[in-house]
Every structure is written in C-alpha cells, then in structure tokens.
C-alpha cells in the first residue's frame, strides 16, 4: 500500500481509533512518528503510546496542530463539546486540514456549522468498523464539496488500510451505512452466541460448539465470497427437502426471521438521524 505523505491527528483514542491507527501502522500507510492522538484518558493515552509508538497528549489542540489530517473519533455524545472546545482554541488552524469524522449520525453540516471559525473546511464523513481491527474492515464514505480530489485520495488510502471502502455521492446514505456495516459485526456475533448456545444445549461443550459455528460462519462467508452464487442459491443447497435444514427455516420463518432482522436494522438507521438531533 502507497505511504501516505500526511500526518494524520485522532481526537479520541477508543476501539475505532485503535482499530484504524493499528491498520495504518500495518499496512505501512503511515509510520508512529507521523500518528497523533489526543484523549481524555490517561491510562488510554498511554496504552496507546506503548502500543503504537505514536505521539499521545491530553489536548486536542496540541494534535490538530501536529496533523494535516485529523480524524474525530469521540462518541457523538461528546461530540457537541468536543467541537466547540476545538473551534474556541483552535478553530482558524484547521482550515487548511481535512477533517475526517467517523462519529455515528453527526451530519457533515453539523460539523462544518460547529467549527464555523474553518469556514469552507473539507469535511470527509466515514463510518467504519471493527473488523477494521483485522484488516477486514468495510467502510462507507462521503466527502463535501470542499473535499479535493488529492484529499479524497489520502482518506481513502486512511480508510483502505483498514479494509475496504465504498464511497457515497449522498450523505444520506450513511446511516444506512451505520446500520447495515458500522453496527452490524454486533449482529453477527449475536447470531454466534446464539449457535453456541443452541449447541451447548444440544449437548456439545462450548469449545466445540464455538469452534463448529466459528468454522461454519467462515466456510458460508467464504462459498459466497468465491463461487458467483446468491446467499439465496447457496441456502438453496443446503437445504434437503424434508431435511434437517428445511425443519430449522421453516421455525426461522414462523418466527419471522427476516422481519426482525430489517426492524432491527432500521431501528440501528432510525438512531443514527437521532444521535444528531439528540447530541449536538
Ligand atoms: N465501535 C464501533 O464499532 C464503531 C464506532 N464508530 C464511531 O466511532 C466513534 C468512537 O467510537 P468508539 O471508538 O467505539 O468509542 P470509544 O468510547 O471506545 O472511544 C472514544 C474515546 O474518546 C475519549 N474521549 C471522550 N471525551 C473526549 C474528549 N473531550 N477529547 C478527547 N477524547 C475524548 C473517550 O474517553 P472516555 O472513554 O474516558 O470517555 C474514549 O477513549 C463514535 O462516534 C462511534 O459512533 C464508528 C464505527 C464503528
Ligand atoms: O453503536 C454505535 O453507535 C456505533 C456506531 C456503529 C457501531 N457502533
């Protein structure tokens, strides 16, 4: 992967923060000495720093003017303070930075308004997730009008060092984004816990049964990644007329299976255009 010529600013250090500075370390994107994050937490800071190697600090200005590219990666609960801290003691000093903000729900808009003292600041709004820890990674991506095409260059080389990356032309979309991928390693690991379980009271230990539905989950992922069929072609397959797999969907349909799954989903969707009215 091409080495990214930029300096890159991560305001919070959490999972996501961890997640995409270690992708960029590994794919060799950036080096340490190139990676700044600022967090209100010590103990995170220095966990960070003995990880990474990065440079740490407790104050968000101090990153902002270490880096070319700053990512917001705080939760959007803070987010509203987060910015108004920023634009008080450092606003001007971001205009010519691209800001990339991976916050669930917070419009582009929203951003731009609140770091009113940056006007016309290139805003890159991302939504990423945890198998970007693995290099699996799979993000959706908008950029504003302000965004260059040289900049949209180096947020996607940011972003695909962690996986893949899908780039939008309406922002709106990216709460589907959230809902679908962003929140949606959740629901995998839920539909794991819950094979595990029916294995344990099937009578199989919970190492086996963790290990069955671990290799099962990857082999199906696998088949569909590799042969040019449809999830609906592939079930097809498995499923036995009169078999044992008819039994199991037959109960996953009575119970209805796929409408929970789409409530659900546009529960997750429905929260991301709350989180911004609620928080900011
Ligand atoms: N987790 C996920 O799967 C995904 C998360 N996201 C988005 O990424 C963002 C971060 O999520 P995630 O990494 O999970 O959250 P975390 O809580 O793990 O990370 C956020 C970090 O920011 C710190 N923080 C809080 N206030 C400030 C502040 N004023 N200045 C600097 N740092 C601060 C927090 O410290 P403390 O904990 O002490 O408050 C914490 O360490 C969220 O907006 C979320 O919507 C996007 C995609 C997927
Ligand atoms: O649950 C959340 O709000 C964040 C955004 C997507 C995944 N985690």
Redesign the pocket.
């Known amino acids: 992967m091409a080495k990214l010529d930029k300096t890159v600013g991560f305001?919070?250090?959490?999972?996501?923060?961890?997640?995409m500075i270690g992708g960029l370390l590994a794919a060799g994107v950036c080096e340490a000495s190139r990676v700044h994050a600022?967090?209100?937490?010590r103990d995170?800071l220095a966990y960070l720093k003995t990880t990474f190697g990065i440079h740490t600090t407790?104050d968000?200005c101090a990153v902002v003017d270490g880096c070319d590219v700053l990512v917001?990666?705080?939760?959007?609960q803070?987010?509203g303070?987060?910015l108004s801290?920023l634009d008080a003691g450092c606003g001007p000093r971001l205009s010519k930075k691209l800001v990339i903000?991976?916050?669930?729900?917070?419009p582009v808009q929203t951003i731009e308004g609140m770091l009113a003292s940056a006007p016309g600041l290139a805003v890159v709004r991302?939504?990423?997730?945890?198998p970007?820890l693995v290099g699996c990674g799979m993000c959706g991506m908008y950029a504003n009008p302000h965004v260059t095409s040289a900049d949209r260059g180096h947020a996607r080389a940011i972003l695909e060092a962690t996986g893949r990356v899908i780039e939008f032309e309406t922002e709106a979309l990216l709460d589907a984004v959230?809902a679908v991928s962003?929140?949606g390693?959740?629901y995998v690991f839920y539909f794991v816990e819950a094979m595990v379980k029916a294995g344990e009271n099937l009578g199989l230990d919970t190492k086996d049964a963790f290990a069955m539905t671990l290799q099962t989950v990857k082999g199906a992922v696998t088949l569909m990644e590799e042969r040019g069929e449809s999830p609906k072609e592939l079930r097809q397959k498995v499923t036995s007329p009169g078999g044992t797999t008819e039994a199991a969907l037959r109960v996953l349909r009575e119970k209805e299976f796929p409408e929970i799954v789409m409530t659900a989903i546009e529960a997750a969707c429905q929260r991301a255009g709350e989180?911004s009215r609620q928080y900011v």
Do not use: Y
Request: charge should be neutral; proline fraction near 7%.
């Open positions: 305001i919070g250090g959490g999972n996501m923060a961890e997640a600022a967090d209100v937490s995170r407790g968000n917001l990666a705080v939760k959007p803070v987010m303070s987060v801290t903000t991976i916050a669930a729900g917070i991302a939504m990423p997730n945890t970007a959230t962003g929140s390693p959740a989180l």
